[in-house]
């Protein structure tokens, strides 16, 4: 009887030592995890008074907090200021009428965008967006001796994770309209453009600026698109760009407007002038910045093989069970297999912290819907491991409304993909 007993005391002294044991790993356990913000590089090309600096300005403004997606975007404080003070004098029709000043020849305008969303109430940095924007006369002008500013875009053009070619819609409109300068500028933005992007690996979208001046096409929205889209592929040139990329990238045409419909109109001299006492009402113009992620990621899984698409969806099915920190354990792991080294190579992303976290975004961009249920996990676990549970959820929510973003446009301008990429 009395080893029974001794027995029982043994084993309750064993049962409290090791349940304190589990609280201490819970409380003190190797929970630290290094978070990485990646960066992704867009460039953006488009000629002289094409709409590049009214389309940034109004990007800004659109994204600038979180209205209609869970994320918003912020700059430097000079960056804003100056984003802040072209949108106010798009908008101005009081005074002068003057738009902002457009970017120069040569010019080279540099911005980064950090996305952000809230989480537990705090704004919370998720990924940056690095926007260079270039006048596209710099591939098209002969450059001063010595200068170094189109090998330094070329430079940029290599390292792109997305182009954006931008395309004046009222240079489109005037070609419609039989105007002789409209055949001569979109001959001029192509001869600018193309020879680029035949040779990036990036994806790649046009966008169609001022598409409030091209309403009166047809008053059906996706009847129109497709207009332009046939006037477009009746370049040779173009139309083999979407024809040699199409197999391997999704090739996206954006129509935006960066005033919206009504603001402006062309007068009786071809000069576009205000309306007197209207409203800015941006049309597409959060679409190109956020299709940039969910297009590159897109993209690269049109170009995997079958082995490696399997591999990735039974990952991606694992990591939608799985815990904060399973998560993180078997995305280190992933990184190390076949399919995930492969992942890595494509985006150009050696190094091993950034790595995991880029592949992390890639994994949970293959993800469907955030739900709540993580959220219900996270409750139950020390307050390390929820924070980590709160970012990836977050993260998940970005991605969800990006692609969300595209989707949705792609779904009523169904003319918008020039190329299925696979």
């Known amino acids: ?66 209205t209609g997606q869970c994320y918003f975007i912020t700059a430097t404080r000079d960056d804003v200021l100056q984003l802040n003070d072209w949108y106010l004098q798009m908008a101005d029709t009081a005074a002068t009428g003057a738009w902002p000043r457009g970017t120069a020849k040569g010019e ?149 407007s960066a005033v919206g419909p009504g603001f402006a109109t062309i007068d009786p001299s071809g000069e576009i002038v205000k309306t007197p006492q209207s409203a800015v009402q941006p049309t597409n113009v959060d679409v190109p910045l956020s299709a940039v992620v969910p297009g590159l990621f897109e993209q690269i899984e049109t170009r995997l093989d079958h082995d490696s698409i399997a591999a990735i969806r039974a990952e991606v099915d694992k990591r939608t069970r799985q815990g904060a920190l399973e998560a993180f354990a078997s995305l280190t792991n992933f990184a190390g297999q076949l399919a995930g080294r492969t992942v890595l190579a494509m985006l150009g992303t050696p190094g091993a912290a950034f790595g995991d976290t880029v592949l992390g975004f890639f994994l949970d961009s293959r993800m469907g819907a955030p739900d709540d249920e993580r959220a219900r996990l996270g409750r139950e ?33 169904p003319y918008s993909r020039l190329s299925e990429g696979g």
């Open 108 to 256: 080279t305008r540099h911005f980064t965008f950090t996305v952000k969303t809230h989480i537990d109430g705090a704004a919370h940095p998720i990924l940056d967006l690095k926007y260079l924007e270039y006048a596209g006369e710099l591939l098209t002008d002969l450059q001063d001796a010595g200068s170094t500013k189109q090998q330094e875009l070329f430079s940029h053009i290599d390292s792109a994770d997305a182009l954006i070619g931008v395309i004046d819609g009222y240079r489109i409109r005037q070609h419609v309209d039989g105007h002789p300068e409209g055949p001569l500028h979109l001959e001029r933005t192509l001869n600018a453009l193309l020879p680029v992007m035949l040779e990036a690996t990036a994806p790649i979208s046009f966008v169609i600026t001022k598409w409030d001046l091209l309403a009166g096409l047809h008053p059906d929205e996706s009847t129109r698109l497709n207009i332009v889209r046939n006037l477009l592929t009746s370049n040779d040139h173009f139309r083999s760009l979407v024809n040699l990329h199409g197999a391997t990238r999704v090739v996206r045409l954006i129509p935006v």
């Open 1 to 66: 009887m009395m080893a029974v007993v001794l027995i029982i005391i043994i084993l309750s002294i064993l049962l409290t030592l090791l349940a304190k044991h589990i609280r201490r790993r819970r409380d003190t356990g190797p929970l630290t995890v290094t978070e990485t913000i990646p960066t992704f590089n867009v460039v953006a090309l488009g000629l002289q008074g094409s709409g590049k600096t009214l389309l940034l300005a109004s990007m800004y403004h659109r994204l600038k907090a979180p």
């Open 381 to 413: 676990l020390n307050e390390a491991e929820q924070r980590i549970e709160s970012i990836q959820l977050a993260r998940r929510r970005v991605m969800y409304d990006m692609r969300r973003k595209v989707d949705a446009m792609e779904g009523r301008l």
